[in-house]
C-alpha cells in the first residue's frame, strides 16, 4: 500500500507528521504530498527528499477557500493517478473561543471542518483501496483519568452547529478550560466523522488513529511556560514506562502500519491505538444520531450540500448569520 503509492499528509512540519512522512519516504512511496501554512519555513520536512517524491503545497484548513485550492491544485498535479492515504493529522490546540475567517470556531474548523471538506474534494481520486485516517484522542472521553489529570473534561456536544460556532461549556470557565473542551470535542468530531464516512461508502478504508499522549510534539505550544518545559523536557524521559504516552516515532510507526496494512487492523470505521489495538470509545463516539448530524452540518456548512429543513440556494454567510441569532 505505501510502496510506489501516492499519499497526502496534513500537519506534516513536526512531530508525528514529520516522521511519518520521513516513514512513507523510506517504505518507498512513489509521491508525498503535505499540506502546510507556511511551505516556505518547512524546512526540515523539504530536507526529506527532492521535488520528484515530496511536494508541499500551501494549506490552512482553517480556511475553506484555502482547502478548495490546495485540493485543486493537488488534484491538478496527479493527473490520471489515485491517492492511496489521505492521513487528516493536523490539529490545533490554544486557549479561549476564538472564530475562523469563515465564521466558525477555530479549534473546529481547523481540526475537523477543514478536513471534512479536504477527504469529500478528494474522494473521488482515491484508489479503491485507499485508507483515510483522522487522530483522535483520549480527551474525548470524560471518563479516562489521564486527560483529566491535565484539566480535560471530555467533549461538550450539545449539537453539531453548537459546537460549529463555539457555543460550549459554561459562560464562566476559563479560557484555558474553553480551549481544552473545544480541543476534546474537536478529537470527537473526527471520531464521528470517519464513523459516518465508513458507514456511507462501505468497501473503503476509514479508520482513526489514537496517537496518545506525546509530550515531544508542540500541539500544547500555548500552555502556560512551566507547563510546557515539563511536558516537553521531563515527560518524554517516561515514555517507557506510562501506558498512555508515546512519542512521535512510535506512533508514526504504527499509523504507517495502519496505511500499509489495513486489514490486519479491523474493519472500516475502527478506532486504533498507538499500540495497534482497538482504542475504547466514549458512549457519544458510538452516538449515530451525533454522527449523522456532524455530517449534515458539516456538508452544510462547507457548501457541499444544505442542511435538514434549509433551502439548497442559502449561501455560507446567510447560515452563519441564522445559526448565531
Known amino acids: 500500500m505505501i510502496a510506489d503509492g501516492l499519499h497526502l499528509v496534513t500537519g506534516a512540519t513536526s512531530g508525528i507528521g514529520l516522521r511519518l512522512v520521513d516513514r512513507l519516504l523510506m517504505q518507498g512511496a512513489g509521491h508525498v504530498y503535505v499540506g502546510a501554512r507556511n511551505p516556505q519555513s518547512a524546512n526540515e520536512l523539504r530536507s526529506l527528499a527532492g521535488p520528484d517524491r515530496l511536494t508541499i503545497l500551501e494549506l490552512d484548513l482553517s480556511k475553506l477557500g484555502s482547502v478548495r485550492d490546495f485540493a485543486s491544485q493537488l488534484k491538478d498535479r496527479q493527473g490520471s493517478q489515485q491517492l492511496n492515504s489521505i492521513v487528516c493529522n493536523a490539529g490545533l490546540q490554544m486557549a479561549g473561543n476564538r472564530m475562523s475567517e469563515d465564521g466558525f470556531e477555530l479549534t473546529f474548523a481547523t481540526n475537523h471542518l477543514g478536513h471534512f471538506l479536504l477527504v469529500q474534494e478528494l474522494l473521488p481520486n482515491l484508489a479503491p483501496d485507499a485508507v483515510v485516517t483522522t487522530t483522535g484522542s483520549g480527551t474525548h472521553d470524560e471518563s479516562e483519568p489521564m486527560p483529566r489529570r491535565f484539566g480535560f473534561r471530555g467533549a461538550l456536544f450539545p449539537s453539531a452547529r ?24 474537536s478529537k470527537l468530531c473526527n471520531m464521528l466523522f470517519v464513523r459516518e464516512m465508513a458507514r456511507r461508502h462501505p468497501g473503503r478504508g476509514f479508520y482513526t488513529f489514537d496517537p496518545g499522549f506525546m509530550p515531544d510534539t508542540r500541539l500544547g505550544r500555548e500552555a502556560p511556560a512551566v507547563l510546557l518545559w515539563f511536558l516537553q523536557r521531563v515527560l518524554p524521559l517516561f515514555s ?7 512519542s512521535a516515532d ?8 495502519l496505511i500499509d496494512r489495513p486489514g490486519i487492523f479491523g474493519s472500516s470505521g475502527s478506532y486504533i491505538y498507538f499500540t495497534g489495538e482497538h482504542a475504547r470509545r466514549s458512549p457519544k463516539a458510538e452516538d449515530d444520531d451525533l454522527a449523522a448530524d456532524l455530517y449534515d452540518v458539516s456538508a452544510a456548512l462547507t457548501s457541499l450540500a444544505p442542511a435538514r429543513g434549509e433551502s439548497p440556494v442559502t449561501s455560507p454567510p446567510a447560515r452563519a ?3 448565531t441569532e
Request: aromatic residues 4%; hydrophobic residues 40%; glycine residues 12%.
Open 162 to 185: 453548537a459546537v460549529a460556532y463555539g457555543k460550549i461549556g459554561e459562560d464562566g470557565d476559563s479560557p484555558r478550560q474553553q480551549g481544552l473542551d473545544r480541543y476534546a470535542t
Open 240 to 246: 517507557g514506562v506510562m501506558k498512555d504516552m508515546s
Open 250 to 257: 512510535r506512533s508514526s510507526a504504527m499509523l504507517a502500519e
Open 321 to 323: 448569520a441564522a445559526a
